[in-house]
C-alpha cells in the first residue's frame, strides 16, 4: 500500500511540474511578443495608417520608441511618408510583451538590428543578428531587409531598412507580422529553403536576428 501511495504522489509532482513547466513558456517575452503580434494584426484588418480609428495605435507604436506625436500627424499622409512606423511597430511588441531594458527600443530598424549585428558572438546576448545564411529563422526572431541598394549586412550606421517579427514557421517558409507594410500591418510570407534559410524572395533580406529575450 505504502510503495502504491509514493507512486502515486510521485506522478502528482511530475504532473505539477510538467504543468508549471507549460505556464513558464507560456509567459516568456518570445511568446508574448507573438501574441501580441497576433493581436495587433486583427485590429488593423480593413484599416489604414492614415484612419483616425487608427491614430492612438500609432501614437502608442511611436511612444514606445521614444517619440511624441499627434494625431493630426498620423493622419497625414505627408507625415507618413517621411517617417516610416515600422520600427516604432516593433519596439511597441516588445514593450507590451514586457521585455523591459532587453529590447533596444527605436524609431528605426537600425537602433536594434546594428546592436544585435554588434553582439552576434555574444551567447548571452538578448539580441544576435547573423546572416541569413548562417541563421535559419525561428518563432519570436526578427527578419531584416535593406529599403537601400548596395547596403546591408556589412554596411554601419543608419540606413533605410525594414524588419519584421517571425510569428509561424512551417516547411518552406515563415510568416511574419510588421508594420507599415501598404500603409497599415498585416502579416507577409516569405520563402525558406529545405534547411529553413530565406531564399527566393522578393525583398533583399540579409539579417535574422535571434532572440534571446525570456
Known sequence: MKKVNLILIYSILLICLAGIVVILKR??????VIRE???????WQGISETSPQASQWLIDYWQSAGRMVTASQMQSPNFHQAYPWSSAFISYLFYKAGAKEHFPYSASHSGYFQLAKQNRNNPKANLRGFRITEYAPKLGDLVIYSRTQGKGYDTSGHFAAHGELVIEVGKGYIKTAGGNVSNTAKES??????????????????MVIENNIR
Open 27 to 32: 509567459g516568456s517575452v518570445k511568446n508574448k
Open 37 to 43: 503580434a497576433s493581436k495587433e494584426l486583427k485590429k
Open 189 to 206: 510570407t516569405y520563402q525558406t529553403d529545405l534547411n529553413g534559410f530565406l531564399k527566393g524572395n522578393r525583398v533583399s533580406f540579409f
